[in-house]
């Protein structure tokens, strides 16, 4: 089945810095990729996704790119804020089930 | 916005207690979902539905069974709990059919066991 690893555990940036976060995934028929966000306390949220038709896609500060000859899929975030701070979660999707990564915790330092 | 509402945000129950963790969703939504998360583990998928008194094992479903008898309430139930069934439970919801559409969480319900 489908595994997802996701690195770094923790990654400390510099406010205004940039942070990548990169997963990788093993079944080559997984077709959808999405990014969760979770704030200290709250609940997971969709920021980004990506389809496997689609090689990046950007949202204002956050970026995806997905390298499928590779497998791997990450997560870029240009300009970091505090609001930033949080626990980001990759997912792959093969046969519509989403198979998620470890997290990442994000500290963004004044 | 898609409300998706666990009824216990903190629950504190003895091992072999039966538990119930009931969860809301008003957006009409086919797909609900139970997970677990657990700290260096994301989040493991207990037990899923596609429709009303469906359900489908995830990943980990030892120890749980789930009821869906209206398509708006997902319930996880804990048959008799164990210390290692402490964690932070998970619902969501999202669009039906066989597509990938977002998932909307619930707040979570923190559970310990003692």
């Known amino acids: 089945g489908e595994n997802v690893e996701q690195h770094p555990s923790t990654l400390s940036v510099q406010e205004g810095d940039s942070a990548v976060i990169k997963c990788t995934y093993s079944?080559?028929?997984?077709?959808?990729f999405p990014w969760y966000k979770q704030e200290l306390g709250k609940r997971p949220q969709l920021i980004i996704d990506?389809?496997?038709n689609v090689g990046e896609k950007k949202d204002q500060r956050i970026a995806v790119t997905l390298n499928k000859t590779a497998k791997h899929f990450s997560l870029h975030i240009t300009e970091t804020q505090p609001e930033d701070s949080a626990v980001y979660f990759c997912?792959?999707?093969?046969?519509?089930?989403?198979?998620w990564g470890a997290g990442t915790k994000l500290i963004i330092k004044p | 916005d898609v409300k998706v509402t666990q009824s216990s945000r903190y629950l504190v129950k003895r091992t072999g207690e039966k538990v119930f963790l009931e969860c809301v969703q008003d957006?009409?939504?086919?797909?609900m979902f139970w997970y677990r998360q657990d700290p260096g583990l994301g989040l493991r998928l207990i037990y899923f539905?596609?429709?009303?008194?469906?359900?489908e094992k995830g990943d980990i479903p030892e120890g749980y069974s789930v009821s869906r008898e209206k398509k708006e309430r997902f319930s996880l139930i804990l048959e008799s709990a164990s210390t290692n069934q402490t964690s932070m439970y998970l619902c969501?919801?999202?669009?039906?059919?066989?597509?990938?559409?977002?998932?909307?969480f619930g707040n979570g319900t923190r559970l310990t066991v003692t």
């Open positions: 957006m009409d939504h086919e797909n």
């Open positions: 990506i389809r496997s």
């Open positions: 969501a919801s999202s669009l039906g059919g066989q597509t990938n559409s977002p998932l909307h």
């Open positions: 079944d080559s028929a997984s077709n959808y």
């Open positions: 997912a792959a999707s093969s046969n519509y089930q989403l198979i």
């Open positions: 539905s596609y429709d009303v008194k469906m359900k």
